[in-house]
């Protein structure tokens, strides 16, 4: 079974603080993802990495960067937390062969900036 | 931009009863995925439809992707408490990407 965890299940933060969240899949996929689910908006596309040192921003960058230095671990960076990045954060893995995209997700991280 | 448009938003229903929740798009995907999520968890894959017009079950789940690969349905059979939960489609692009659904929030009431 593909595992993907993620380092915190809850997180609150303050204004303005830097927050890292972490991603790791032991099913050695090439590809990982980032993404903020919120009720009514569904999941949007933060960033993906298809390898190693390898990042494109997805749907909606802004206020995030990430950081893939091994193959298992992708890291999502808000560099100053602002109160409308509290938000359910999901990372996932997949193999990507073109006509196909089986993401595998991980439980989620819920994100509060106070 | 393309959207893939979930009907119903919300389903409410009781133990035993039939639903059928739908997923379309003026676009056309490469394959379908559906998935279900938990609260408090994470999305999990329940199954992935490939060729126009195909049909998947999984035990009392049903799953068809449209002839023109625009739209699918998931259907549920005598559905039970245990089937609560978010259900997500997922189209993959002609660029590779994977377009959500906003989502079908299912409750069954014992």
């Known amino acids: 079974d593909v595992k993907v965890t993620q380092s915190s299940r809850y997180l609150v933060k303050r204004t303005g603080e830097k927050v890292f969240l972490e991603c790791v899949q032991d099913m050695d996929h090439e590809n990982m993802f980032w993404y903020r689910q919120d009720p009514g908006l569904g999941l949007r596309l933060i960033y993906f990495s298809y390898d190693v040192k390898m990042k494109e921003k997805g749907d909606i960058p802004e206020g995030y960067s990430v950081s893939r230095e091994k193959k298992e671990r992708f890291s999502l960076i808000l560099e100053s937390a602002s109160t409308n990045q509290t938000s359910m954060y999901l990372c996932?893995?997949?193999?990507?062969?073109?006509?196909?995209?089986?993401?595998?997700f991980g439980p989620g991280t819920r994100l509060t900036v106070l | 931009t393309q959207l893939l448009e979930q009907s119903p938003q919300f389903l409410s229903i009781q133990e035993g009863e039939n639903l059928t929740v739908y997923c379309n798009s003026s676009s056309v995907f490469s394959s379908l995925q559906w998935y279900r999520q938990e609260p408090g968890e994470g999305p999990v894959l329940l199954v992935t439809v490939v060729t126009g017009g195909e049909v998947k079950k999984l035990k009392r789940l049903t799953f068809q992707f449209g002839d023109a690969r625009k739209d699918s349905s998931l259907h549920i059979t005598a559905a039970q408490p245990g089937d609560t939960g978010l259900y997500l489609c997922?189209?993959?692009?002609?660029?590779?990407?994977?377009?959500f659904g906003q989502g079908t929030e299912l409750s069954v009431k014992p």
């Open positions: 997922a189209g993959v692009n002609q660029g590779g990407k994977l377009i």
């Open positions: 996932a893995s997949s193999l990507w062969s073109g006509l196909v995209n089986e993401q595998f």
